[in-house]
């Protein structure tokens, strides 16, 4: 057999093998570029594997050079399906939409055949700019090529016509796929929850032939998305009884369900399981962790897991210092935010938005104003409405109406409800009636379907004894079809939340609960308490005032709490509304006359109350 001399064939061969051995290790622009300059050497710019294999990793890796890529594209003199598939790809990655179409449509003129992997990044680029007519004729062009049966790319379309809020179009796509995989029924289920049709993603839900983790996630999330916990819950009991394995998106979606309600024990329990079974805690999931012991009011425990992240990104950073917020500790917030500063993380503009909320909650005005300034002077983050809001907060619980206002007549935005709402409540608060009342009116009439500001306004109304606005603003509200949102408290015992709302008698336990209620009263009346109705719409005499406050629902939470734990247990209760100030002082003597510490979260932020004494500090 004659030999091969060197310099031949074989020897090329091993070096081609070589250099996109080389190829496929390489981590940097630097290394990529010697690399080329091989398969150059090697004559071999014009071979599309492995030219291919360079435009790959510039157009698609964190190291790459998308310009790069797109000049060593042009070089070529015939790019094939998979060059233009891969730019393509690099393109969406980029958000470079455009770029993407007219690829697409250089792609057809050069009498490139597409194939299935040249359509769903292309969907998926008229998804994110919302390009419904090119996304329309892509479709056509899926139909047209022939891949009307591929899942890949009907999946985008469904996610395509989802993101457009073409939902018919979307379940068309849906109903004549010839086989429909997990992904097909998911991406259904979580278009329809984007549009808040939730019944709707739950029958799709319910029609599955097979369910994975990954769909039940999205039931899940759909629900706590929309505020349905308990129906979250129920259907995570039910996954758990169908032996379906928690995964880190399902933890992730029920710890933010824990949070919602309020659910302490469910979140301890979900945080053990993390734990014992080795799911993985990346930045996302340990944020939520710990948003949701921040939320459920163990603060310390939000901190023992924020110090034991190994690598805490600026989301982890955000949640710790807003979990501080909303506890009333701003002085510590603000330490925080220094050691964030150190670590050399730079903080966003909601890095910001919690330093100042820390500073509201505790009456740091000094401060307040400081951190306004600083964000834009040192990182150049201008406020925004929240900011601007924040700081209208915090200097109108501290008084400084006219600053307060003077700030909003100078702000470079258009005044949102909650800039105003915030100044009207602080009107209401330091009894400067005429302020409220012009900044009232205006307030209703930007946010006329919200019930809590009319509410807010007929209360300083009847502070001020103007019963005809107070009865104006009340068939104002008749007029609009404006119901008053209800209140609820929420307490979990055991494991199990309980739902309580003013006056409410659905509890089986409720006898024994108003019995408790007035024992409450009759210990805490004997130490000075007389309630307090201020808080009251003014259209009822004096006796019926007294008696709702009596029973609404943060008082039946406390009573039925104290009935059901052992003395000395903190009692947790969550409220959706803002707690009125006649429940406020009465827990301050309830915590007194029952030796508890009650922990109360309300819309706002957490009330600590304990030995007769409220963590706030009157700043809510």
């Known amino acids: 057999m004659q030999s091969i001399a060197p310099g031949h064939a074989a020897p090329a061969s091993l070096s081609y093998i070589k250099a996109i051995e080389s190829l496929e290790k390489c981590s940097t622009m630097a290394e990529l570029k010697q690399y080329h300059s091989q398969i150059v050497r090697l004559g071999l710019s014009s071979d599309n594997d492995a030219m291919g294999r360079v435009i790959k990793f510039c157009a698609a890796s964190e190291s790459g050079d998308l310009v790069y890529a797109r000049r060593l594209f042009d070089e070529m003199a015939d790019p094939d399906a998979f060059i233009y598939n891969t730019l393509i790809r690099g393109y969406l990655q980029h958000n470079l939409i455009r770029d993407c179409i007219f690829l697409y449509l250089q792609m057809l003129y050069d009498s490139i055949t597409p194939n299935n992997f040249t359509f769903p990044p292309l969907v998926r680029a008229c998804s994110v700019d919302s390009r419904i007519v090119e996304g329309r004729q892509i479709h056509a062009h899926v139909l047209k090529f022939g891949f009307k049966d591929d899942g890949f790319s009907q999946n985008n379309l469904i996610y395509m016509y989802m993101s457009f809020g073409l939902l018919e179009e979307a379940r068309r796509v849906f109903d004549q796929m010839p086989r429909k995989d997990a992904v097909s029924w998911t991406t259904l289920i979580s278009g329809y929850s984007r549009w808040d049709l939730v019944d709707d993603a739950y029958e799709v839900f319910r029609s599955m032939p097979e369910k994975n983790s990954a769909s039940w996630n999205a039931m899940i999330a759909t629900f706590v998305q929309h505020n349905q916990f308990h129906e979250a819950f129920a259907l995570f009991n039910e996954m758990r009884s169908e032996k379906i394995e928690l995964d880190k998106f399902v933890a992730a979606s029920m710890l933010s369900a824990c949070t919602g309600l309020g659910a302490l024990k469910q979140g301890e329990w979900i945080h053990e399981y993390i734990s014992k079974n080795g799911i993985e805690l990346d930045g996302k999931l340990t944020t939520t962790i710990i948003d949701m012991y921040c939320k459920c009011g163990r603060l310390e425990k939000a901190f023992e897991v924020f110090n034991g992240s190994p690598s805490k990104g600026i989301s982890t950073w955000n949640c710790m210092i807003g979990g501080l917020a909303i506890h009333g500790k701003g002085k510590a917030a603000i330490g925080l935010f220094e050691q964030m500063e150190e670590k050399m993380v730079a903080p966003d503009d909601i890095t910001f938005l919690n330093v100042l909320c820390a500073c509201a909650h505790a009456g740091l005005v000094e401060e307040g104003h400081y951190f306004f300034h600083y964000m834009t002077e040192l990182y150049g983050i201008e406020p925004k409405s929240e900011h601007f809001g924040c700081l209208v907060d915090l200097l109108g619980r501290a008084g400084l109406l006219e600053e307060a206002r003077k700030l909003i007549d100078e702000m470079p935005m258009k005044v949102d409800a909650g800039v105003l709402g915030a100044l009207v409540g602080a009107c209401k608060i330091h009894g400067n009636i005429d302020m409220g009342e012009s900044i009232g009116e205006k307030l209703i009439e930007l946010d006329p379907d919200n019930s809590g500001r009319y509410v807010l306004l007929a209360n300083l109304y009847s502070h001020a004894g103007k019963w005809q606005d107070v009865a104006r603003i009340r068939k104002l509200m008749n007029d609009r079809g404006v119901k008053k949102a209800p209140g609820f408290s929420i307490v979990e015992l055991e494991g199990i939340s309980s739902k309580f709302v003013a006056g409410g008698r659905g509890h089986p336990e409720t006898r024994d609960i108003y019995a408790k209620v007035d024992e409450m009263l009759e210990r805490i009346g004997s130490m000075g308490y007389v309630p307090d109705t201020d808080g009251v719409l003014y259209d009822i005499d004096e006796e019926e005032k007294e008696n709702p406050l009596h029973y609404h629902s943060e008082k039946l939470a406390i009573a039925f ?43 706002n932020r957490f009330h600590h109350f304990r030995n007769g004494e409220c963590s706030c500090n009157g700043y809510w």
């Open 561 to 603: 709490a104290l009935m059901k734990t052992r003395p000395g247990e903190t009692i947790r209760i969550s409220k959706n509304l803002r707690v009125c100030r006649n429940c406020h002082e009465a827990s301050k003597y309830i915590s007194k006359a029952f030796e508890r510490e009650i922990i109360v979260r309300d819309r």
